[in-house]
């Protein structure tokens, strides 16, 4: 059973960062393309970054060259690093992993 679980949300002023964290179990994961979507009440999930297991990587035109994705394939963990972040990046993110979906954390950009 694929279990994915998503951590570290929270409240952060604009300009600041956080780091949200996966852990999956139930997979292969080194060999498997992780990836982070986020959704706003109201509206379409959309994608924001994925990573593949040769280490490749896309991300959503809005949060290029500010949000990275590393993966720990020892730890069966991926990370999603925000920085810069703005009040447009608050919602909820949700880890992927080809038909599987964590439950989310939520992510406000407050002042």
Known sequence: Q???VESGGGLVQPGG???LSCAASGIMFSIRAMAWFRQVPGTAREFVARIYSTGNTDYADSV???F???R???RSTVYLQMNSLKPDDTAVYY???DMSWGQGTQVTVSS
């Open 2 to 4: 694929v279990q994915l």
């Open 17 to 19: 960062s956080l780091r």
């Open 64 to 66: 290029k060259d500010r």
């Open 68 to 70: 990275t994705i590393p």
């Open 72 to 74: 720990d394939n020892a």
């Open 95 to 97: 880890c992927n992993s």
